[in-house]
């Protein structure tokens, strides 16, 4: 089982950029996929984006499309997000899941439920200020 670890947040005006980066070692191997969740204050947690673990698939919720990005460098141990023009409702604490190895990519993976990442990051808080 990997475990996550978050860093990159911060505060940014709306319009600006950053990135988030989650280090989980040995995620190469024992993983299916790894996500960015985010949870605001008195919302539920939800599911921003997605990649299969080595690349090949993805999958982002419509609120970030074309403004986020994720990237992993396995060389590394990291998996990214790139957030640009990022606004006010963006704001929230992100967290980094990851799912093991074995589940099926359309259900353990595609369509964000939380209920199937095995580990969790920290998080790591990200405000955006209008």
């Known amino acids: 089982q990997v475990q996550p670890v978050e860093s990159g947040g911060g505060s940014v005006q709306a319009g600006g950029s950053l990135r988030l980066s989650c280090a989980a070692a040995?995620?190469?191997?024992?993983?299916?996929?790894m996500s960015w969740f985010r949870q605001a204050p008195g919302k539920q947690r939800e599911g921003v984006a997605v990649?299969?673990?080595?690349?090949?698939?993805?999958n982002y919720a419509d609120s970030v499309k074309g403004r986020f990005l994720i990237s992993q460098d396995p060389a590394k141990n990291t998996v990214y997000l790139q957030m640009n023009s990022l606004q006010p409702e963006d704001t929230a604490m992100y967290y980094c899941?990851?799912?093991?190895?074995?589940?099926?990519?359309?259900?353990?993976?595609?369509?964000?439920?939380?209920?199937?990442?095995?580990?969790w990051g920290q998080g790591t808080q990200v405000t955006v200020s209008s």
């Open positions: 899941a990851a799912v093991e190895r074995g589940r099926p990519w359309s259900t353990g993976c595609f369509t964000f439920d939380p209920a199937q990442p095995n580990s």
């Open positions: 040995g995620y190469i191997s024992k993983t299916r996929c």
């Open positions: 990649t299969s673990t080595g690349g090949g698939a993805t």
